[in-house]
Structure formats: structure tokens, C-alpha cells
């Protein structure tokens, strides 16, 4: 039985010059440089291929079904997986999406299941003749590249939560249905994104030959962007729980109020109620049957009864 054969989403070699030339087939003999190969979770053909060209750390990390954004070195190859916010149509950019690599001085590997924006942005980067030299400056660049999309995403939902506040605190509007999908999001974006910046904020410490020295003062820039980045996130967050409380809050009162009001007009109109109720019976003996003027003589004394209770009320301070 043929073996599946492996096909790359894309592929390059890349001198060191920076002039790239793509790859048709992953067993041609390799050049100068690095190779880049970018490849689908779901060919059928990955598992056999990483496990004929791959260390065993780099073959399980690479087709971990589940992830969490990491930086670990293994002999002179670094085990990276790294996440994106998801910009593909019709879903939620909460729903971030993750990338594996395995980078070594002539080789990197990257493998996804969904399209990630910032990987598309450096393949039309190669195709156009501006190719990263070296592995080093392609990491940069992805990374620069999967961050200023979360910081775009992070800047939006600040705005956003800037309405948000406008509307409530200055505007009196107590009815905000996408409170609590923001929310989510913020919530869900903050656990993704904070792991995310650990493993780059550990790529300018490693002693590596993959990392010249002078790209570590661009990696701490970019784990500082990232660092802000959730920040932002986590006072995004604690606004939009701030807002909530304060609708909550405002409900409640309102509530309340309502409450009381209804309790003062009950206290006062029980005895009305009792009042007229006791007058309304239908049996013989009640005062007033006779008398063409019992009606009017009733209603005034329910009148100044509930005047005297309101006064009553007043007086003693129940509202």
C-alpha cells in the first residue's frame, strides 16, 4: 500500500540573503539557510513524516490535539507553540487559534488546523521577495505579527467598554444586552493571551544558537507589547464587572423604591379597604341605609382618614 504523501500548505527554502525559492516536493535537497514547511494538522500523511524527520518531543508537540502556549528547548531545536486571535470568518476571535513549531538553525517547522492571519502575512512576505533571513527574524516577525492583532482586538474592546460607560454612567441607560458576551470574550481572551506572553517573555533568555544576541532587545519589546496587552485585557475585564455591579445595583434600587412606594400606599389604603369593605356588606342593621346622604358622609370620612394617615406617615418618617 502507498504511503500518503505529504503536502505542505507551503514551503521554502531560504538563503541567507533572504532570497526564498518555493518547494514542490519536502524531499528535495535542501540549500543554504533554513527551510520553512507549513503544514495542516489534518494531513493524513503528518504523523509518519514527523516521526521519520522529527525528534519524539518535537513529533508529540507538534501533533498535540490540545495546546497551551510554551517555549522549551530540546538539544539545539525549540519546541514553541504559540496562539492567535481567530480572524476567520464567522468566528469568534475568542476562540483563539494555536500554532506548533519546531525550530532549529536550518529547519522550522509550523503546523495549524485553522488559518492564522499572521502566518498568511509572512508567506506573501516571502512570495513578494521579503523573506526573514533566518529563524530567528521569521519568529520575530510572527510573533510581532500574532500580537498587534491581539492588540487591535484588546484596543477595540476598550472602546467599546469607553461606550459602554458613556451610555450608563453619563447616558442613565440601564439596558446593555451585549454586556455579558463581552464579558466572555474579555474572560476567555485574558486566559489565553496571558499564557502567550509567559512563553515569549522566556524566548529572549534562552541561550540558543537560533537567537542571535542582538534579537533579544526585539523579542523583549514584543514580550512587553504582549504584557500591556493583557493588562489591558484585565482592566477591560474588571470594567465591564464594575458596569455590571452598577446595574445591578441600579436595578435593585430601583426595586426597592418600588417596593417601599407600594408598602406606604398599602399602609394607607388597608384601612380604607377594611373601611369600605365593612360598609359594603349586604345584611340589614348597617347605619346610613336610610339616609340619602350616607354615601357622601362615607366617602368624606374615608377621605380625611386618609389624609390623617398620610400625615401620620409623614410624621413618622416612613418616607
Not at 482592566?235 to 464594575?242: H, I
Request: glycine share 6%; net charge neutral; charged share 25%.
Amino acid at each position: 500500500m502507498t504511503q500518503a504523501r505529504l503536502t505542505p500548505l507551503c514551503a521554502f527554502d531560504i538563503a541567507p540573503d533572504g532570497a526564498a525559492r518555493p518547494l514542490e516536493d519536502c524531499d528535495q535537497p535542501q540549500g543554504p539557510g533554513y527551510r520553512w514547511l507549513h503544514l495542516d494538522l489534518d494531513d493524513p500523511a503528518l504523523p509518519a513524516w514527523c516521526e521519520a524527520n522529527l525528534p519524539h518531543i518535537a513529533t508529540r508537540s507538534l501533533l498535540a490535539r490540545e495546546t497551551r502556549p510554551r517555549a522549551d528547548l530540546h538539544d539545539e531545536g525549540l519546541v514553541l507553540s504559540l496562539r492567535g486571535v481567530n480572524l476567520n470568518a464567522g468566528a469568534d476571535v475568542a476562540d483563539m487559534v494555536a500554532l506548533r513549531l519546531w525550530v532549529t538553525p536550518s529547519l522550522l517547522v509550523t503546523v495549524r488546523r485553522r488559518r492564522i492571519f499572521a502566518v498568511d502575512d509572512l508567506r506573501r512576505a516571502i512570495e513578494g521577495g521579503n523573506a526573514p533571513p533566518n529563524p530567528a527574524e521569521f519568529l520575530i516577525r510572527l510573533a510581532d505579527g500574532l500580537i498587534e492583532r491581539i492588540e487591535e482586538v484588546s484596543v477595540a474592546l476598550s472602546e467599546a467598554t469607553d461606550d459602554y460607560e458613556d451610555r450608563v454612567y453619563d447616558g442613565g441607560s440601564r439596558v446593555l444586552p451585549d454586556l455579558a458576551a463581552m464579558r466572555r470574550k474579555t474572560i476567555k481572551l485574558r486566559r489565553h493571551v496571558g499564557p502567550l506572553t509567559d512563553a515569549l517573555t522566556s524566548l529572549p533568555q534562552m541561550k540558543t544558537p537560533i537567537f542571535p544576541k542582538t534579537s533579544a532587545s526585539r523579542l523583549r519589546e514584543i514580550a512587553n507589547r504582549a504584557v500591556r496587552s493583557v493588562e489591558e485585557l484585565a482592566e477591560v475585564r474588571e470594567r465591564l464587572t464594575a458596569l455590571a455591579d452598577f446595574i445591578d445595583l441600579s436595578h435593585a434600587s430601583r426595586q426597592n423604591r418600588n417596593g417601599y412606594t407600594l408598602s406606604v400606599i398599602a399602609s394607607i389604603f388597608l384601612p380604607l379597604s377594611l373601611l369600605t369593605g365593612l360598609f359594603g356588606v349586604n345584611v340589614a342593621g348597617m347605619p346610613g341605609m336610610g339616609s340619602p346622604d350616607a354615601f357622601w358622609i362615607l366617602t368624606a370620612a374615608t377621605v380625611v382618614i386618609g389624609v390623617v394617615l398620610y400625615a401620620a406617615l409623614r410624621w413618622s418618617r416612613w418616607f
